[in-house]
Structures are given as structure tokens and as C-alpha cells.
């Protein structure tokens, strides 16, 4: 018998946008995919540098939940806060060029 290493079907983490405090991506709204057993958001944006996934999180999600495909995105992430409830979540700004 020979053991076989299970992969997880899931995109890795590190081929997604990994942003630090601050950071923006800008580019336009490709498509989002239903990812995982938690059916997580990945957003694909088009940028300058080529295609870049960005996981979604409830902020992103639900500012994202109306923007069109193919319509130019700047995302600037604003680090984890804490809620009034004492729960962190990541912080995004999202703005669309009209």
C-alpha cells in the first residue's frame, strides 16, 4: 500500500492578496467564485499587474454585493478593528470609478 497526500481544493492563501494597513488595489471586478466548505467569497480583480484574488469578509461582501462586473474597484484595507461586540473584523473602503 502507498500513501497518497490529499491536497485541499481550496485556492492557497498565499496566492491571494495579502494586504497590510493601508495598502490599495485597484483594478477591475472580474467575477467572484463560491470557495470552501464555508462558501467563502474570492473576488478576482484585473489589475495592472494581472490577475489578483482577494478573499471576502463580511465588510467586503456586503460592499461589493452590488458593484457590477468589469467595473473599476480601488479597495484600501484599513486593518482589523474590534467591534462593539468585542469581535475583530478586517476593515476595507471600497470605492468604484464611474
Not at 500513501?3 to 497590510?20: F, I, R, Y
Not at 458593484?67 to 473602503?93: F, I, P, R, W
Amino acid at each position: 500500500m502507498e500513501w497518497t497526500k490529499v491536497e485541499s481544493k481550496e485556492q492557497a492563501q498565499s496566492d491571494a492578496w495579502s494586504p497590510k494597513e493601508g495598502d490599495e488595489l485597484i483594478g477591475k471586478l472580474k467575477g467572484v467564485e463560491i470557495v470552501g466548505s464555508k462558501d467563502s467569497n474570492l473576488y478576482s480583480f484585473k489589475t495592472k499587474k494581472g490577475l489578483v484574488k482577494v478573499w471576502g469578509c463580511l465588510v467586503l461582501d456586503d460592499r461589493l454585493a452590488e458593484v457590477e462586473q468589469d467595473t473599476e474597484v480601488k479597495l484600501v484595507y484599513g486593518g482589523k478593528h474590534k467591534s462593539a461586540t468585542g469581535n475583530m473584523y478586517h476593515s476595507y473602503e471600497v470605492w468604484i470609478n464611474q
